[in-house]
Antibody
Framework: QVQLVESGGGVVQPEESLRLSCVAS????????MHWVRQAPGKGLEWVAF????????YYADSVKGRFTISRDNSKNTVFLQMNSLRTEDTAVYYC???????????????WGKGTTVTVS | EIVLTQSPGTLSLSPGERATLSCRAS???????LAWYQQKPGQAPRLLIS???SRATGIPDRFSGSGSGTDFTLTISRLEPEDFAVYYC??????????FGQGTRLEIK
């Protein structure tokens, strides 16, 4: 079945770095764009970043631009989120999510992972 | 950036009742590019509706979406116990950035 599994979360201090991974299975990973979405404790959803299926374009929320980098390895069905210069306000559960669009960016998410927790303290 | 405002913040209803959740955009959402998600405690969000009114695969027909422009509605015709959760709207007509509403908590009365 279609599945996304995140890993790499943990507890870090401010200004440190962390790299999240998300492994996909059950669909043709190289044909779909991938998102990262986060949720601070007790708060709502915040879109973080998106990368097109072929890696040709990346987009970021203003809150992370210049600090976070999304990348992907289609040979390993994996999308990454490199997070540098972490701040306390980056504390959240980070979800990776599959874009609904096949070979296009439809900009909404039809499959979500269970999330990985990042704590900056 | 389009700001989405959901109301009410919390909705208290009983199983079997009808739920009406609202999502208002700060400017018109192009081509009704609006989605709804359901999130239960400790779980990831689940896509319910896209294109303002199209149910995702496997979503029961008691869930329906409507609206256009700046005003959108998610309706649950007859609440089942498993429907009590938090619901988010998301616009994707004018992005990036992709934006979500702040959520409506649907709780058992």
């Amino acid at each position: 079945q279609v599945q996304l599994v995140e890993s790499g979360g943990g507890v870090v201090q401010p200004e440190e770095s962390l790299r999240l991974s998300c492994v996909a299975s059950g669909f043709t990973f190289s044909s779909y764009g991938m998102h990262w979405v986060r949720q601070a404790p007790g708060k709502g959803l915040e879109w973080v970043a998106f990368m097109r299926y072929d890696g040709s374009n990346r987009y970021y929320a203003d809150s992370v631009k210049g600090r976070f980098t999304i990348s992907r390895d289609n040979s390993k069905n994996t999308v990454f989120l490199q997070m540098n210069s972490l701040r306390t306000e980056d504390t959240a559960v980070y979800y990776c999510a599959k874009d609904r669009g096949f070979l296009e960016w439809l900009k909404y998410m039809d499959v979500w992972g269970k999330g990985t927790t990042v704590t900056v303290s | 950036e389009i700001v989405l405002t959901q109301s009410p913040g919390t909705l208290s209803l009983s199983p079997g009742e009808r739920a009406t959740l609202s999502c208002r955009a700060s400017q018109s959402v192009r081509s009704s590019y609006l989605a709804w998600y359901q999130q239960k405690p400790g779980q990831a969000p689940r896509l319910l509706i896209s294109g303002a009114s199209s149910r995702a695969t496997g979503i029961p027909d008691r869930f329906s979406g409507s609206g256009s422009g700046t005003d959108f509605t998610l309706t649950i015709s007859r609440l089942e116990p498993e429907d009590f959760a938090v619901y988010y709207c998301q616009q994707y007509g004018s992005s990036p950035p992709i934006t979500f509403g702040q959520g409506t908590r649907l709780e058992i009365k």
